[in-house]
Nanobody, 126 residues
Framework: QVQLVESGGGLVTAGGSLRLSCAAS????????MGWFRQASGKGREFVAA????????RYTDSVKGRFTISRDNAKNTVYLQMNSLKPEDTAVYYC???????????????????WGQGTQVTVSS
């Protein structure tokens, strides 16, 4: 089992920045991909960004490319999401997710991730 704990959410004005953190514990050696999803009020949970744990590979959804950066600190078993140039439409609960299935690619589907954090609220005011 892998446990995930997010932190770093908050309220920011449009154009501002936030950095989210996701600390993993438990069987972290089994993790293949870690990433972030978000869910706005009344909408489904959507893929934001993810990376492979052992090899440097990343994937982003188009709407955050050039604004968000995902990175990791292997020694701390932590993944970060640096969010710059935030927009009101980025407002959502952000969830950290992980999978231990070595598929050979970075999945975008929620169903392909077996471990989830509790979520952290990000609110961007206009």
């Amino acid at each position: 089992q892998v446990q995930l704990v997010e932190s770093g959410g908050g309220l920011v004005t449009a154009g501002g920045s936030l950095r989210l953190s996701c600390a993993a514990s438990g069987r972290t050696s089994s993790v293949y991909v870690m990433g972030w999803f978000r869910q706005a009020s009344g909408k489904g949970r959507e893929f934001v960004a993810a990376l492979t744990w052992s090899v440097i590979g990343t994937r982003y959804t188009d709407s955050v490319k050039g604004r968000f950066t995902i990175s990791r600190d292997n020694a701390k078993n932590t993944v970060y999401l640096q969010m710059n140039s935030l927009k009101p439409e980025d407002t959502a609960v952000y969830y950290c997710a992980a999978t231990d299935y070595s598929s050979g690619y970075i999945p975008r589907q929620r169903s392909e991730y077996g471990y989830w954090g509790q979520g952290t609220q990000v609110t961007v005011s206009s």
